[in-house]
């Protein structure tokens, strides 16, 4: 019997494991010290919610699945109907092979070839490496096309400390601005966080507030990386993403508008570009034929001090 997510690539690195998956090249779980730490699917499931899934050439959501790009309109499948959007890119479902293998690292590929809507080619390369530092996933997407070609990328973990709802936990968010969006989920405006629900710039409880926003002009360490920790400061637990340089934006979903989801973790999902950038090229990459683009972020978990 084939799974539903097709091989199952499992890479150990000490006591983390992580399991990416063929159907999409997508991470399906990632747990340390036998405990998980991104909310993901069984093997014999197929993705739900956009568990762990790769959203290239887009992340989120494209207005009607329209777009004009060098003097050329094109249209894509409408895949959140209800919404008249299209959602999440074109990969999610593809067949990705593993062109590099190591017991602590895997190497996914997919070419992305000319379709209705997106007639363009484009190389894709997902290196998932474990370490004494946690998870690293880097990206690097290729225009192997004789034409330039609009891109993006984002990601779609779902983070989690096994506890329910999300609502006990803190959560610390470096956004100081975040997009505000209508009905459809698209972009209307941007906001400052400070004074607002979603100003998570210092670690506070979630409480009941409802995030399906994108956070950006993103505050950074030393390191240059932007940071989104998760706590549960009771059992003195924490689980954090980074994002490097290439990744301006952080949506946040705790996944209010799913059926029995009951708000058990929080989708951190780190964006090249915001919802819509296909229309209003906000932040979208153009690469021109030959050129390269690559992206990081990563997962780490640890302890903190107990309050």
Not at 143 to 158: K, Q
Not at 166 to 189: F, K, N, Y
Not at 203 to 219: E, M, N, Q, V, W
Not at 225 to 238: I, K, P, T, W
Request: proline share 7%; charged share 20%.
């Amino acid at each position: 019997m084939i799974a539903p997510s097709g091989k199952q690539i499992t890479i150990t690195a000490g006591d983390q494991q992580a399991v990416v998956v063929e159907v999409g090249g997508g991470l399906r779980s990632y747990s340390a010290g036998g405990r998980e730490l991104v909310d993901g699917y069984k093997m014999d499931q197929m993705s739900s919610s956009g568990r762990g899934q790769v959203l290239i050439p887009w992340p989120n959501r494209l207005q009607d699945g329209s777009y004009d790009f060098d003097g050329r309109r094109h249209q894509l499948p409408l895949n959140e109907p209800e919404r008249r959007n299209a959602i999440h890119g074109l990969v999610r479902w593809a067949t990705w092979t593993a062109a590099e293998r190591e017991p602590h690292r895997a190497v996914m590929k997919h070419v992305l070839y000319p379709q209705p809507g997106y007639p363009f080619t484009l190389g894709i390369s997902i290196e998932y490496a474990l370490s004494d530092s946690g998870l690293q996933v880097r990206t690097t997407a290729t225009n192997l096309g004789a034409h330039p070609c609009p891109y993006g990328s984002g990601a779609h973990p779902y983070l989690t400390l096994g506890i329910e709802p999300i609502d006990h936990l803190t959560l610390r968010v470096p956004g100081r601005s975040v997009l505000q969006s209508d009905e459809r989920g698209l972009p209307v405006a941007t906001q400052i966080v400070e004074g607002t629900d979603y100003d998570f710039q210092q670690p506070r409880r979630i409480g009941s507030t409802r995030l399906d926003h994108a956070f950006t002009d993103l505050k950074r360490d030393q390191d240059g990386l932007a940071r989104v920790e998760l706590r549960d400061s009771d059992r003195g637990m924490q689980v954090s993403l980074w994002v490097d340089q290439s990744y301006p934006y952080l949506m946040i979903f705790s996944g209010d508008s799913l059926a029995n989801f009951n708000r058990r973790s929080l989708a951190v999902e780190p964006m090249t570009c915001p919802p819509n950038a296909f229309r209003t090229g906000d932040a979208l990459a153009r690469l021109e034929p030959g050129s390269s683009l690559a992206s990081t972020w990563g997962i780490t978990h640890g302890s903190v001090h107990r309050r």
